[in-house]
């Protein structure tokens, strides 16, 4: 039943907040509805299922619902301050499409069935596509359009792979052709090879878009440059991680058929190619939102190329599954409070926000250290534990490249950030009244307080979780 409620619970929130005439009221109906999801997701055990075992929690889901529960709380928390200094705008379908994605992104966790996820991930798309166009001008409009046409396409291949993995199964002739992972996952010795294989690459490319991997990642430079800071971390590191576990669901299969070296592999080229597109676009960009969709390409090849790699590179991976979130949360809504402050996301117009937003500017350069690697914030203990997984697995060419490829996005991102937070203060930081306060701060400080604490020590409880998810993928401890 508490599983079954938290998919229920924030559609419940979605029509009260649709049927509130408050226009204030309607971004406490989200934040209350995120803190009642995220003491759900914290109580829900590992082992319980509904509705026939359709949807149940293991491991590998809990922990991506964790990630996604505390990550939508945080964003939902800075969005109550964030819509009332945009009255401007109604509020209302903004409202319910972020209560909607929590709902879709919620069953993406739980489902056990290869068309359910299909189906919450098409639910999740169209919700955000919609927050995407908040701002309502030419360019939200051209991001959200580019968002769904790209985001249709990779939908539309992630359908045809599941049919052939429906295919592969029913020309296996195993005698239960159910699409539920388990029995997947019990027969996977009887399924077809060829039709699994080229389930798996659709699927791959599929899922691969909404995840942002290149060359599928042409949508995200619009996208985080025109949406929300707040939209942006959510996609950042809720919709890419619910895409990452469906692509996980079926590595498993994967893996249980003896495929596991073909997949490693594919994984490890999307991986190494995401890097190497994020390192080139990187450099000389003078755009600071559309800087961070690069870093999204990045770690999304972080996160496959992790698994890709094996061994202690795994449970890597999925730690860095937890870092980047959080990290992209300090990330985005710092950049989001730099924007409003000067009415301006590039360089040419951007400089000295450490004078002129003190907490923001620090928020957004801590953030910076952050997610490339810089101890002490957790992304480094997760990269470097998939850096020693490359190294003793004798993935050496591998490791050059991924250390390659992270000191080139530093210095490439470094030149773009410090552009942004030192210097004086530039004219335009003169045109709007925008000021740090406590709420436009605090979910950004709690979000960067995880990631120090990550990267310091990783409470044991998290850390269980990750090597109980590491061993559904690895098939060991």
């Given at each position: 039943?508490?599983?079954?409620?938290?998919?229920?619970l924030?559609?419940?929130?979605?029509?009260?907040?649709?049927?509130?005439?408050?226009?204030?009221?309607?971004?406490?109906?989200?934040?209350?509805?995120?803190?009642?999801?995220?003491?759900?997701?914290?109580?829900?055990?590992?082992?319980?299922?509904?509705?026939?075992?359709?949807?149940?929690?293991?491991?590998?889901?809990?922990?991506?619902?964790?990630?996604?529960?505390?990550?939508?709380?945080?964003?939902?928390?800075?969005?109550?301050?964030?819509?009332?200094?945009?009255?401007?705008?109604?509020?209302?379908?903004?409202?319910?499409?972020?209560?909607?994605?929590?709902?879709?992104?919620?069953?993406?966790?739980?489902?056990?069935?290869?068309?359910?996820?299909?189906?919450?991930?098409?639910?999740?798309?169209?919700?955000?596509?919609?927050?995407?166009?908040?701002?309502?001008?030419?360019?939200?409009?051209?991001?959200a359009?580019?968002y769904?046409?790209?985001?249709?396409?990779?939908?539309?291949?992630?359908?045809?792979?599941?049919l052939?993995?429906?295919?592969?199964a029913?020309?296996?002739?195993?005698?239960?052709?159910?699409?539920?992972?388990?029995?997947?996952?019990?027969?996977?010795?009887?399924?077809?090879?060829?039709?699994?294989?080229?389930?798996?690459?659709?699927?791959?490319?599929?899922?691969g878009?909404?995840?942002?991997?290149?060359?599928?990642?042409?949508?995200?430079?619009?996208?985080?440059?025109?949406?929300?800071?707040?939209?942006?971390?959510?996609?950042?590191?809720?919709?890419?991680?619910?895409?990452?576990?469906?692509?996980?669901?079926?590595?498993?299969?994967?893996?249980?058929?003896?495929?596991?070296?073909?997949?490693?592999?594919?994984?490890?080229?999307?991986?190494?190619?995401?890097?190497?597109?994020?390192?080139?676009?990187?450099a000389?960009?003078?755009?600071?939102?559309?800087?961070?969709?690069?870093?999204?390409?990045?770690?999304?090849?972080?996160?496959?190329?992790?698994?890709?790699?094996?061994?202690?590179?795994?449970?890597?991976?999925?730690?860095?599954?937890?870092?980047?979130?959080?990290?992209?949360?300090?990330?985005?809504?710092?950049?989001?409070?730099?924007?409003?402050?000067?009415?301006?996301?590039?360089?040419?117009?951007?400089s000295?926000?450490?004078?002129?937003?003190?907490?923001?500017?620090?928020?957004?350069?801590?953030?910076?250290?952050?997610?490339?690697?810089?101890?002490?914030?957790?992304?480094?203990?997760?990269?470097?534990?998939?850096?020693?997984?490359?190294?003793?697995?004798?993935?050496?060419?591998?490791?050059?490249?991924?250390?390659?490829?992270?000191?080139?996005?530093?210095?490439?991102m470094?030149?773009?950030?410090?552009?942004?937070?030192?210097?004086?203060?530039?004219?335009?930081?003169?045109t709007?009244?925008?000021?740090?306060?406590?709420?436009?701060?605090?979910?950004?400080?709690?979000?960067?307080?995880?990631?120090?604490?990550?990267?310091?020590?990783?409470?044991?409880?998290?850390?269980?979780?990750?090597?109980?998810?590491?061993?559904?993928?690895?098939?060991?401890?």
């Open positions: 039943m508490l599983l079954l409620s938290l998919i229920v924030p559609l419940i929130a979605a029509l009260v907040a649709f049927a509130t005439p408050s226009a204030r009221a309607r971004p406490l109906i989200v934040a209350g509805a995120a803190v009642l999801h995220l003491i759900g997701a914290l109580a829900v055990r590992s082992g319980d299922a509904t509705l026939g075992g359709w949807f149940a929690v293991d491991p590998l889901g809990k922990l991506i619902l964790d990630v996604l529960s505390v990550l939508f709380t945080l964003c939902a928390l800075y969005g109550v301050e964030y819509l009332r200094i945009r009255k401007e705008r109604d509020n209302r379908i903004f409202c319910v499409c972020l209560l909607t994605f929590l709902s879709m992104t919620t069953a993406i966790t739980v489902a056990q069935h290869l068309a359910v996820v299909w189906v919450a991930v098409e639910g999740a798309t169209l919700s955000t596509a919609i927050l995407i166009y908040f701002n309502q001008n030419a360019r939200s409009l051209e991001a359009w580019k769904l046409m790209i985001g249709s396409v990779g939908i539309a291949l992630a359908l045809l792979g599941s052939f993995v429906a295919y592969a029913l020309h296996g002739a195993s005698g239960d052709e159910s699409l539920l992972f388990a029995a997947l996952l019990e027969h996977a010795g009887r399924l077809s090879r060829p039709w699994l294989r080229a389930g798996f690459v659709l699927l791959v490319v599929g899922y878009t909404k995840m942002g991997l290149a060359p599928m990642h042409t949508w995200k430079p619009d996208t985080y440059g025109e949406a929300p800071g707040i939209i942006g971390a959510l996609l950042a590191g809720g919709m890419t991680s619910c895409a990452f576990l469906a692509l996980l669901r079926v590595y498993r299969v994967m893996q249980a058929a003896g495929e596991g070296p073909f997949a490693r592999e594919l994984f490890l080229g999307f991986g190494l190619l995401s890097m190497a597109v994020a390192a080139a676009f990187m000389g960009q003078r755009d600071f939102k559309r800087m961070l969709a690069y870093s999204s390409v990045e770690h999304m090849g972080i996160l496959v190329l992790g698994i890709g790699v094996g061994g202690i590179a795994v449970p890597g991976a999925l730690l860095h599954v937890i870092n980047n979130a959080l990290t992209k949360v300090v990330l985005f809504l710092s950049a989001g409070n730099i924007h409003r402050a000067y009415g301006s996301k590039t360089i040419d117009m951007v000295g926000a450490l004078r002129r937003v003190p907490l923001s500017g620090a928020l957004f350069l801590a953030g910076f250290l952050a997610i490339t690697g810089s101890p002490p914030f957790g992304p480094f203990i997760s990269e470097f534990t998939i850096l020693t997984g490359a190294m003793t697995g004798r993935h050496f060419i591998v490791a050059g490249l991924f250390l390659a490829f992270l000191a080139i996005i530093f210095i490439g470094g030149s773009t950030v410090l552009a942004v937070v030192h210097g004086p203060i530039s004219p335009a930081g003169r709007t009244e925008f000021r740090d306060t406590f709420w436009r701060t605090a979910p950004l400080l709690a979000a960067l307080a995880m990631v120090v604490v990550m990267g310091v020590w990783i409470p044991k409880a998290v850390y269980d979780l990750v090597l109980a998810a590491a061993a559904t993928l690895e098939g060991a401890s």
